[in-house]
């Protein structure tokens, strides 16, 4: 499994921004892609994820703000920010779990100015 993701960058707070991320190699239908991201001295964190069958979960943080959404014909997943704050900036990572896997994107950088 190959994830390629796509999209972040500098904004300024309030603003929005969308992560794309393609995957490839999938073997199985059934599975959660999402995104986490991980600032600086801190854990990786989950963002949000959804199922092949649509079912979506976020964290508190991003509630009401972020919407993710995927496209199972091409086993894409996208990111959509809005009103972002300077506390989301961080590294954004792009993941598949399929049969208890976890398959990792390379990250992208989305930074927030106040």
């Known amino acids: 499994v190959q994830l390629q993701a796509s999209g972040g960058g500098l904004v300024q707070a309030g603003g929005s921004l969308r992560l794309s991320c393609a995957a490839s190699?999938?073997?199985?239908?059934?599975?959660?892609m999402g995104w986490y991201r991980q600032a600086p001295g801190k854990q990786r964190a989950l963002v949000a994820t959804?199922?092949?069958?649509?079912?979506?979960n976020y964290a508190d943080s991003v509630k009401g703000r972020f919407t993710i959404s995927r496209d199972n014909a091409k086993n894409t997943v996208d990111l959509q920010m809005n009103s972002l704050k300077p506390e989301d900036t961080a590294v954004y990572y792009c993941?598949?779990?399929?049969?208890?896997?976890?398959?990792w994107g390379q990250g992208t950088q989305v930074t927030v100015s106040s």
């Open positions: 959804i199922s092949s069958s649509g079912r979506t």
């Open positions: 190699g999938i073997m199985f239908s059934a599975n959660v």
């Open positions: 993941n598949l779990e399929q049969k208890a896997v976890h398959y």
